[in-house]
């Protein structure tokens, strides 16, 4: 069982940045790829972005590419998630979700674990 801890979240004006950490438990972690989602208000969870297990492939949405990065850092058991030029259409609750396979992933189906979920309210 893998648990999954987000933080970071919060208001920020257009065009701000934040950056999103999601902490997981588990001796294992350079054996998961991890992946962000996020879910705003009345639409369904959209894919943000992965990262495979050894951070050497990324992958992001295309609305979301040159704006957002995912990295990780095995030592830390930590994926992150920069997120710059933020725009009020990014306001979500963002879940980071992990599988048990290195490759990288772009189907909520294809993850096994998720987080509780951290909040980011972008404002105009």
């Known amino acids: 069982q893998v648990q999954l801890v987000e933080s970071g979240g919060g208001l920020v004006q257009a065009g701000g940045s934040l950056r999103l950490s999601c902490a997981a438990s588990?001796?294992?972690?350079?054996?998961?790829?991890m992946g962000w989602f996020r879910q705003a208000p009345g639409k369904e969870r959209e894919f943000v972005a992965a990262i495979s297990g050894s951070g050497g492939a990324t992958y992001y949405v295309d609305s979301m590419k040159g704006r957002f990065t995912i990295s990780r850092d095995n030592a830390k058991n930590t994926v992150y998630l920069q997120m710059n030029s933020l725009k009020p259409e990014d306001t979500a609750v963002y879940y980071c979700?992990?599988?048990?396979?290195?490759?990288?992933?772009?189907?909520?189906?294809?993850?096994?674990?998720w987080g509780q979920g951290t909040q980011v309210t972008v404002s105009s």
């Open positions: 979700a992990s599988r048990r396979l290195r490759l990288l992933a772009r189907r909520d189906i294809d993850y096994d674990y």
């Open positions: 588990g001796r294992t972690f350079s054996s998961y790829a």
